[in-house]
């Protein structure tokens, strides 16, 4: 029984992205039908169309359906919120507005020279 459940799912998950592989085998199947009575180009022999209009149209329609069962989707899908910020709230007191004073800062920075002594390299032997 538990198998039976697998090979359902495997083929309810799989079979839609097979679908337009399905309508592109309906087109190389049905080629002479599609060229001779579906085709918006029979009238014009000389374009060399074999019924590709007609199969682009098929396949633009199964992708719009797609997009919009993806976004029908994606919009019904429910909002689990899992973790939750506490309330916090502020208050703003009127009141004339004073000025700081202006802080003034002096930095007096010390240069330092490293002993020339360090930067020689050892003798080499």
Same mark, same amino acid.
């Given at each position: 029984?538990?198998?039976?459940?697998?090979?359902?799912?495997?083929?309810?998950?799989?079979?839609?992205?097979?679908?337009?592989?399905?309508?592109?085998?309906?087109? =190389?199947?049905?080629?002479?039908?599609? #060229?001779?009575? %579906?085709?918006? !180009?029979?009238?014009?022999? $000389? /374009?060399?169309?074999?019924?590709?209009?007609?199969?682009?149209?098929?396949?633009?329609?199964? =992708?719009?359906?797609?997009?919009?069962? #993806?976004?029908? %989707?994606?919009? !019904?899908?429910?909002?689990? $919120? /899992?973790?939750?910020?506490?309330?916090?709230?502020?208050?703003?007191?009127?009141?004339?507005? =004073?000025?700081?004073?202006?802080?003034?800062?002096?930095?007096?920075?010390?240069?330092?020279?490293?002993?020339?002594?360090?930067?020689?390299?050892?003798?080499?032997?």
């Amino acid at each position: 029984m538990r198998t039976v459940i697998v090979y359902i799912w495997l083929i309810t998950t799989v079979l839609p992205t097979f679908s337009q592989w399905g309508t592109i085998a309906y087109y =190389q199947i049905n080629k002479e039908y599609i #060229t001779r009575v %579906l085709c918006e !180009n029979r009238d014009k022999p $000389q /374009l060399h169309c074999n019924g590709k209009c007609y199969l682009a149209k098929k396949l633009k329609e199964q =992708q719009e359906k797609q997009d919009k069962q #993806t976004s029908e %989707l994606v919009q !019904n899908i429910p909002v689990l $919120q /899992l973790f939750a910020s506490p309330i916090v709230s502020y208050e703003f007191l009127s009141g004339p507005f =004073q000025q700081s004073p202006v802080l003034t800062f002096s930095y007096h920075l010390a240069t330092y020279q490293a002993p020339l002594s360090i930067l020689v390299p050892p003798p080499c032997v």
